[in-house]
């Protein structure tokens, strides 16, 4: 499980993505990805999984 605040194209997000990319290229592991708001990094982890045939799994975190 790997939590992050968006999903916006910007730094620490950014570093997010390439981290959870890099993890899933090292290892069969399930990458699952929760985020309090969804934006467009979400596209680029689509189409990689896609592209590599993978799945990923993202969860939108409800407000308090």
Request: aromatic share 8%; glycine share 6%; charged share 20%.
């Amino acid at each position: 499980l790997m939590i992050t605040h968006n999903l916006n194209l910007e730094g620490a997000p950014r570093s997010f993505c390439e981290l959870a990319i890099g993890l899933k290229k090292k290892g069969n592991i399930e990458i699952v990805v929760l985020s309090h708001s969804h934006g467009p990094l979400i596209d680029i982890y689509k189409e990689w999984a896609k592209t590599n045939n993978y799945n990923i799994v993202f969860v939108k975190a409800k407000s308090c």
